[in-house]
Nanobody, 124 residues
Framework: QVQLVESGGGLVQAGGHLRLSCVVSGGAFDMYGMGWFRQAPGKEREFVAAIGWSAENLLYAASVKGRFTISRDNAKNTVWLQMNSLKPEDTGNYYC?????????????????WGQGTQVTVSS
């Protein structure tokens, strides 16, 4: 059974930074494409960033490009999301997701496994 556990969320002022972590267990992490998504209250879940199994392929939402960085360490079964220059509109529950197929995508339905999420709140 594949499990994803996120951590690192919290309350931060605008302009601040946070680093989210996602540890994956129970599966072949080094073969998974990984993604981060977020969901604000009353809104649909939206794509934030994705990384291929070899970390060579990266994909970012336009709203976070240049501020957020996704990375992974296959030896640690971990993927990170470094978030800098945070804005109030970045507030939401951030989810880690895994897909057991090739490719780097920003589509929710392409991901098979999901974590429970970690809350990020950015105050103005």
């Amino acid at each position: 059974q594949v499990q994803l556990v996120e951590s690192g969320g919290g309350l931060v002022q605008a302009g601040g930074h946070l680093r989210l972590s996602c540890v994956v267990s129970g599966g072949a992490f080094d073969m998974y494409g990984m993604g981060w998504f977020r969901q604000a209250p009353g809104k649909e879940r939206e794509f934030v960033a994705a990384i291929g199994w070899s970390a060579e392929n990266l994909l970012y939402a336009a709203s976070v490009k240049g501020r957020f960085t996704i990375s992974r360490d296959n030896a640690k079964n971990t993927v990170w999301l470094q978030m800098n220059s945070l804005k109030p509109e970045d507030t939401g529950n951030y989810y880690c997701a895994a897909r057991d197929a090739p490719g780097t995508f920003g589509i929710v339905s392409y991901y098979k496994f999901w974590g429970q999420g970690t809350q990020v709140t950015v105050s103005s």
